[in-house]
């Protein structure tokens, strides 16, 4: 090995103890094509397993979608392996058919069996997988993401670790590599789609690049590099501002609903794409639909609307007052169910509702909405969901509909039919979280009382969404 490649291996390992790509795991799995890169990745991976204390295995994947020269590579692969001592694991997909099965493109099909593959053997080995990206995938990532119009996410390019996936190489050229390569005499095989000039990454790598570098020196690719790396410090910088933010604007989560303040949330249309791309996944929406297009139509209307939106994969937004909702679902409250004394019922995500008898309190009223004293006449206790034209007769009010009860207090439309519905015999005796019924109000004349109260996560959103939704919202103040 000559001080030449010795450099390129010096800066393999500098960068990933600089970056502690390894992170103490005993086994990596190189994914290899057969290609330039992967071939080199392997090596140099074989060249540092014992320094960093780890086991390599590799990873091979024919997807069935070059003919012969994808059967070749698979061989060249195996005896490659078998010559170095390195264990191999060699996967025969049919891309071409999955795709056809699953309606997806070809190469979407091909990337998620990968994905799928080096999940299982990160699983199986408790290992990390590592790819073969270089600089020059870097820069073209870079190039078609400005193309396609991307954020600063998609330029600031391929995080060098990505979950299991890590990329080792990324810090080398691929003219370094190949050169390496011919000097070790470490042969490696063409993947001759990579000059398919009817593939965009293709034409960027066989066309633009060279242009740039023609028209505006070798260096400027790597001052395109420095500038990934530098959007990527400000991605993760953004990330973690917006995080603490996101906590401080976050009223809470329960049955698959986030509730926010709106004058932080919608503070302008970057904040509330923010929101929208970490709320999402934890309501089980991933971010495929996602785009800076949608974002703004989704936030203008919110603005301006108290009316639910959609924003996609089913899940919604709408505003009331000051509190933003983000949700996939709407709740319903729809059990019956006794609530014995010294116990409580179930709700499921709504919480629990329980039943005390205690003395006459002093105070007739909690200060906590999620607690009622009621007058007892030892009739069962029990929580039944919303009827149309079921009534209910308010503190010193009169008799209404439950419905028009709720909306007279301010609970968020989203809410309406998941408040819990107290009864004792056949009345309404406490509209939970909001009021109890005139005729179970505590009095000097009463002998019995029961303490009632609505605990969980989902009641301690909906007093603080209540809360909100009362206050007034000013887009204009908030947009600034």
Request: hydrophobic residues 45%.
């Amino acid at each position: 090995m000559s001080s030449e490649e010795k450099k390129l291996l010096d800066e393999v390992e500098d960068f990933c103890r600089k970056k502690d790509l390894f992170d103490g795991y005993k086994v990596i799995v190189a994914a290899v094509s057969g290609g330039g890169d992967s071939v080199f990745m392997l090596w140099a991976l074989r060249r540092l397993a014992r320094k960093f204390g780890f086991m390599l295995r590799a990873v091979h994947i024919n997807h069935m979608i070059r003919g012969d020269d994808a059967n070749q590579d698979e061989l060249f692969v195996r005896k490659l392996c078998r010559t170095w001592r390195i264990p191999l694991d060699v996967f025969t997909i049919d891309v071409p058919k999955k795709a056809e099965t699953l309606r997806l493109g070809i190469e979407e099909a091909a990337r998620l069996v990968r994905r799928e593959i080096f999940e299982e053997q990160a699983y199986k080995y408790g290992a990390l997988v590592a790819l073969a990206h270089t600089a020059d995938d870097q820069v073209e990532t870079f190039v078609f993401n400005l193309l396609r119009g991307s954020g600063i996410r998609g330029l600031a390019g391929m995080k060098v670790r990505t979950g299991v996936v890590i990329r080792p190489i990324m810090v080398l050229w691929r003219e370094d590599i190949r050169r390496a390569l011919i000097k070790l005499e470490i042969p490696w095989r063409e993947d001759y789609s990579n000059w398919d000039m009817r593939y965009t990454r293709n034409r960027i790598r066989h066309r633009l690049i060279p242009f740039i570098i023609e028209n505006f020196g070798k260096d400027s690719v790597k001052h395109i590099f420095r500038a990934t790396e530098m959007l990527d410090f400000t991605r993760r910088a953004l990330e973690r501002a917006f995080a603490r933010y996101i906590n401080e604007a976050l009223l809470g989560e329960a049955c698959g609903v986030m509730a926010f303040k709106a004058s932080l949330a919608l503070s302008d249309e970057f904040t509330f794409g923010e929101v929208l791309r970490q709320s999402l996944p934890r309501l089980g929406v991933g971010l495929k639909g996602f785009s800076i297009e949608r974002v703004s139509h989704v936030f203008w209307r919110i603005i301006s609307s108290k009316r639910e939106y959609p924003i996609y994969g089913g899940a919604f937004a709408m505003r009331e007052g000051n509190c933003l909702f983000i949700a996939k679902t709407k709740v319903y409250q729809l059990k019956t169910a006794e609530v014995p004394i010294g116990g409580f019922a179930d709700l499921g995500c709504i919480g629990r509702v329980s039943a005390t008898t205690i003395p006459l309190p002093d105070e007739p009223k909690s200060d906590n909405p999620l607690v009622a004293t009621i007058a007892y006449d030892g009739s069962p206790i029990y929580v039944a969901p919303h009827t149309p034209g079921l009534l209910f007769h308010p503190l010193g009010g009169s008799t209404m509909k439950v419905s028009s009860f709720v909306k007279s207090r301010g609970v968020p439309l989203i809410f309406r039919r998941a408040v819990p519905l107290i009864f004792i015999g056949e009345r309404l005796a406490w509209v939970a979280g909001v009021e109890i019924a005139e005729p179970f109000k505590l009095t000097s004349r009463t002998k019995n009382v029961v303490k009632l109260e609505w605990s969980g996560l989902f009641p301690e959103l909906f007093l603080k969404a209540l809360t909100e939704a009362k206050k007034e919202f000013n887009p204009y103040k908030s947009i600034g």
